[in-house]
């Protein structure tokens, strides 16, 4: 399974990279970080059948949950069977912002 790195987010969205970056927290989750990370667009993971196949397929797609674990793993599984270029946050939401990376609010 593809993974990404904080320092490897950042530098793709500094460099202008074309990619998909979605939110996969849990919506409790979400609305209690009340931030996000610029760019993402939120989908519930409860959700994913009714939603992946909506997911832009000539780009690679990079997903979060909150801790990098269980949510964003298996969605970037399930997407990269698609056939999807599809990896997960290494360390989720906290990573990114424990790193001090900057976030935006919802």
Same mark, same amino acid.
């Given at each position: 399974?593809?993974?990404?790195?904080?320092?490897?987010?950042?530098?793709?969205?500094?460099?202008?990279?074309?990619?998909?970056?979605?939110?996969?927290?849990?919506?409790?989750?979400?609305?209690?970080?009340? /931030?996000?990370?610029?760019? %993402? !667009?939120? &989908?519930?993971?409860?959700?994913?059948?009714?939603?992946?196949?909506?997911? #832009?397929?000539?780009?690679?797609?990079?997903?979060?949950?909150?801790?990098?674990?269980?949510?964003?793993?298996?969605?970037?599984?399930?997407?990269? /069977?698609?056939?999807?270029? %599809? !990896?997960? &946050?290494?360390?989720?939401?906290?990573?990114?912002?424990?790193?001090?990376? #900057?976030?935006?609010?919802?």
């Amino acid at each position: 399974m593809s993974r990404i790195t904080v320092c490897e987010l950042a530098e793709w969205q500094a460099a202008g990279c074309t990619f998909t970056l979605l939110d996969v927290r849990r919506v409790a989750v979400r609305t209690a970080d009340a /931030a996000e990370i610029h760019g %993402a !667009r939120w &989908l519930d993971p409860d959700s994913l059948f009714t939603w992946k196949d909506s997911v #832009p397929r000539d780009r690679p797609v990079v997903l979060y949950c909150a801790h990098g674990h269980e949510i964003s793993q298996g969605i970037a599984a399930t997407l990269e /069977a698609m056939g999807l270029d %599809a !990896r997960y &946050l290494i360390d989720g939401f906290a990573g990114w912002r424990d790193a001090g990376r #900057p976030t935006q609010g919802l």
